[in-house]
C-alpha cells in the first residue's frame, strides 16, 4: 500500500477465489481474503502502479470450467453465479529490463460494482495526460532482418489498438522517405512519431523532426554555434534493426514489446545531440557514435553490403582490422569542466539520473551567461590539442551499447548531461587493437583496464571538438 486514501475497495474473485481489490491515486493492487497458506499471504498480493495500466476492458463470463468441461457452483460468499467482469491489461515488468503485458480478470454478480471499478480505473487514466493518442509511424520493410512491417503487424499494433492509440503507418518507400515526410506534413495532429528500424530509421525521423523544428523558428542549422529549438514531439523507437543501440542504451534492452509499452505508458528519455559541420556547412546530426577511422570505414563499408543483412557489418568490420589503416591528424576539443559525470566514474546513467538532471541545471545556468558576452567565446575558451597518428577517434553521447556490446564503447556516458565522450585510439600493433575490440562484447569495463593506447575525454556541449586528418597507411 503506497500510504494514499484507497478511492474505491471491494471484494471480487480472481480466477474463483475473493480477493480485496484496492484503488488509490497510484497504485491499484489485490490480495487475497483466504491465502492457501498462511506464510504465502504476501506472496499473493499484487499491485500495480496506475501509470503502468495499459487498458480496462469488459469481459465475457463464461462459467463453464475450461479444464474439466462442466459447470461449477461460484463460492458462497458471493451470489452462485458470476455474470459480469473487467480485465485489466497492465504491464508486467521481467528479468533484465523486459517488460510484457498481462492481464487480471474481475468477477462479480453486481454489475454495478463492475461498472464502478472500470469508470474509476478509466478516470484514473485519463488523468495520465503525457500518454500518447495519436502516433505516426514510420516503418523500414528493408532493416535489419527485413522483418519491420511484420514486428509491427504481429507485437506492436494489437497492443496500440488496446490502448486505444490511434497510428497512421507509413511504410518508406525510399532513404530519407521519413525525413522528407516530416518536413512537409502537418504534425499538430499527432502526440509523437514512432520508428519502427534501426538506428538508420531514427535518424532519419530524427533529422526529420529537428529540421522541421529549426525551419519554423528560423533558425540556420549551418551555424555552428546556433542555439537550436528543442522539439515539441516525442519519437519513440521500435527495434527491428541490426543494432538497435540508439533503443537498447535508452530502453535496455532491443525488446519490441517493452518499446511499444514504454510508448504507450507514456515515457519520455531526453537524450543529447551532437551535430556536425565542415566549414560552417551542417551535415548531420547523431545521438550516438561519430565514427573516423576504423569505425567510420567499417559503417562505409556495410553500406555496400546491405544485401547481407546484420552480418555485413563482422564482415567490413573484419575487412578494416585487417587493413589495419590509420589517420594521422590533429584534434582540438574542450574539456567539459561545467558537468558531474567521467568516463571513469563506473556510474552508469538510469532512469532518474542525478548526474544528468545536475549537469542539465549547470549547463542551463552556463547557457544563460554565455549570452551575456559579447565576444566570441572561442577566444575566451582553453582549446586542448592532441596530435598523432590514429586508428580511430570516435565520439559518443551515449554509451552505444548494444547485445553484441553490453557496456558499449563508453560504460559512463550519459544520455543528457550535455556532454560527449571522445574516445581516440592511438596506433597500436594488430593484436593489442583486436584485444581493445575483443573486450567490447564482454562486460568488463572499456576504460579503466585497458587505456595503454587509448585516451577517454568528456568534452563541452559548445563548439565540442575540431578534427584535421590525412590518411596514411603503414
Not at 474505491?8 to 481474503?33: A, E, G, M, Y
Not at 498480493?45 to 468441461?69: F, G, H, M
Not at 561545467?338 to 549547463?363: F, N, V
Not at 590539442?385 to 565520439?395: D, E, P, R
Request: proline share 5%.
Amino acid at each position: 500500500m503506497d500510504g494514499c486514501p484507497p478511492l474505491l475497495l471491494s471484494h471480487l474473485l480472481v480466477n474463483d477465489r475473493p480477493f480485496q481489490v484496492t484503488l488509490t491515486k497510484s497504485v491499484f493492487s489485490w490480495q487475497p481474503l483466504r491465502p492457501r497458506k498462511p506464510s504465502s499471504a504476501g506472496g499473493e498480493t499484487c499491485s500495480v502502479p496506475v501509470p503502468e495500466i495499459i487498458a480496462v476492458r469488459e469481459t465475457e463470463v463464461d462459467v463453464i470450467n475450461k479444464e474439466c468441461r462442466r459447470w461449477q457452483k461460484m463460492p458462497s460468499v458471493f451470489n452462485e453465479k458470476m455474470f459480469h467482469a473487467f480485465t485489466v491489461h497492465h504491464v508486467k515488468r521481467s528479468k533484465e529490463h523486459h517488460w510484457l503485458c498481462s492481464e487480471v480478470t474481475f468477477r462479480s454478480s453486481d454489475h454495478q460494482l463492475c461498472r464502478q471499478w472500470m469508470q474509476a480505473l478509466e478516470e484514473q487514466l485519463d488523468l495520465q495526460a503525457i500518454r500518447p493518442k495519436n502516433l505516426i509511424v514510420f516503418i523500414n520493410p528493408f532493416g535489419g532482418k527485413r522483418l519491420g512491417k511484420q514486428i509491427y503487424d504481429e507485437k506492436v499494433a494489437p497492443l496500440f489498438q488496446l490502448a486505444s492509440i490511434t497510428a497512421e503507418v507509413i511504410v518508406t518507400e525510399y532513404a530519407n522517405h521519413a525525413r522528407d515526410y516530416l518536413f512537409e506534413a502537418d504534425l499538430e495532429k499527432y502526440d509523437g512519431i514512432v520508428s519502427v528500424g534501426g538506428d538508420g530509421m531514427f535518424s532519419e525521423v530524427m533529422h526529420g523532426v529537428i529540421g522541421r523544428t529549426q525551419k519554423n523558428a528560423c533558425i540556420n542549422q549551418n551555424h555552428p554555434n546556433a542555439e537550436l529549438v528543442p522539439c515539441d514531439l516525442r519519437v519513440g523507437i521500435i527495434p527491428a534493426g541490426s543494432t538497435d543501440c540508439i533503443c537498447y542504451a535508452t530502453v535496455g534492452t532491443s525488446d519490441p514489446v517493452t518499446s511499444a509499452l514504454h510508448i504507450i505508458v507514456g515515457d519520455s528519455q531526453p537524450i543529447d545531440v551532437s551535430s556536425v559541420h565542415h566549414k560552417n556547412m551542417f551535415l548531420k546530426y547523431s545521438v550516438s557514435l561519430l565514427g573516423y577511422g576504423f569505425y567510420g570505414d567499417t559503417v562505409s563499408d556495410s553500406e555496400k553490403n546491405r544485401w547481407m543483412g546484420p552480418s555485413r557489418y563482422d564482415f567490413s568490420g573484419f575487412k578494416a582490422f585487417l587493413t589495419h589503416q590509420c589517420y594521422e591528424g590533429v584534434i582540438s576539443y574542450l574539456p567539459a569542466t561545467e558537468t558531474l559525470g567521467s568516463p571513469r566514474d563506473q556510474r552508469p546513467c538510469t532512469a532518474g539520473c542525478r548526474i544528468c538532471q545536475h549537469s542539465g541545471e549547470q549547463l542551463e545556468a552556463s547557457k544563460k551567461e554565455r549570452e551575456f558576452k559579447l565576444l566570441n567565446s572561442d577566444n575566451h575558451q582553453q582549446w586542448k590539442v592532441i596530435k598523432g597518428k590514429f586508428l580511430a577517434i570516435n565520439s559518443v553521447t551515449i554509451s552505444c551499447a548494444c547485445p553484441k556490446s553490453p557496456k558499449g564503447l563508453s560504460p559512463g556516458a550519459h544520455l543528457a548531461d550535455g556532454t560527449m565522450d571522445l574516445i581516440v585510439v592511438r596506433k597500436c600493433s594488430r593484436l593489442s587493437f583486436l584485444r581493445y575490440l575483443i573486450r567490447h562484447t564482454t562486460s568488463n569495463d572499456q576504460v579503466l583496464n585497458f587505456s595503454f593506447n587509448i585516451i577517454y575525454l568528456t568534452i563541452r556541449n559548445s563548439n565540442n571538438y575540431k578534427l584535421t586528418v590525412k590518411c596514411c597507411k603503414y
